[in-house]
């Protein structure tokens, strides 16, 4: 399995965009639509934000949004807030039937 | 509300066994595909197992493949997860996660809080 690369951290003043890149996604035909990214606070389960590479969940803001280009996933977040200091995990299919999440980032909102 | 209730975590000796279960409540059990993902405290996520909504495909990761089995009774609206030849590195949170479809997507829109396995002499 190989494996899925998100940068550490990645910081943003509040009402900026941020992005956040997952590199390493299969290129296997029809493996790389399954894309999901979670949102996790300390001492709390996760949260799914985009399932299906750009599919948001109801209840989701729309200030989250999930794209991809070659082997490479994105979250991006508009309009920063405070609350959306967390950390964020990318998950997508290794292949196999397998599955792998990236190592997650951690959000700081300067 | 969905509801995701893990047990049957604990101490175990390395080598030794235990049965993860996970109650699901307040969404219909068998149009969803399950899985199992755990956590180190203070690490990342990592995806254990997964199961179909009617069992027929069952996937692991490699670092429990042959030790671990996933099973699900659809009946008794339940998930479980048999852990046999435990290591020391197996400690983690055990999450019990539900996916958005009958297949497995890893579009998991919901997750119980976790039971707690540590495997130590």
């Known amino acids: 399995q190989s494996a899925l690369t998100q940068p550490r951290s990645v910081s943003g003043s509040p009402g900026q965009s941020v992005t956040i890149s997952c590199t390493g996604i299969?290129?296997?035909?029809?493996?790389?639509?399954?894309v999901s990214w979670y949102q996790q606070y300390p001492g709390k389960a996760p949260k799914l934000l985009i399932y299906d590479v750009t599919k948001r969940p109801s209840g989701v803001p729309d200030r989250f949004s999930g794209s991809k280009s070659g082997s490479t996933a994105f979250l991006t977040i508009s309009g920063l807030q405070a609350e959306d200091e967390a950390d964020y995990y990318c998950c997508s299919y290794a292949g196999r039937y397998t599955w792998m999440f990236g190592g997650g980032t951690k959000l700081t909102v300067l | 509300e969905v509801q995701l209730v893990e047990s049957g975590g604990g101490l175990v000796q390395p080598g030794r066994s235990l049965r993860l279960s996970c109650a699901a409540s307040?969404?219909?059990?068998?149009?969803?595909?399950m899985h199992w993902v755990r956590q180190v405290p203070g690490k990342g996520l990592e995806w254990v197992s997964s199961i179909t909504w009617n069992s027929a495909s069952t996937s692991y990761s490699d670092s429990v493949m042959g030790r671990f089995t996933i099973s699900r009774d659809n009946a008794k609206n339940s998930l479980h997860l048999q852990m046999n030849s435990l290591r020391v590195e197996d400690t983690a949170f055990y999450y019990c996660?539900?996916?958005?479809?009958?297949?497995?997507?890893?579009?998991?829109?919901?997750w119980g809080q976790g039971t707690l396995v540590t495997v130590s002499s």
């Open positions: 299969s290129t296997l035909l029809g493996a790389s639509d399954y």
């Open positions: 307040g969404f219909i059990f068998d149009d969803c595909a």
């Open positions: 996660a539900k996916d958005l479809f009958r297949t497995i997507t890893m579009g998991v829109d919901h």
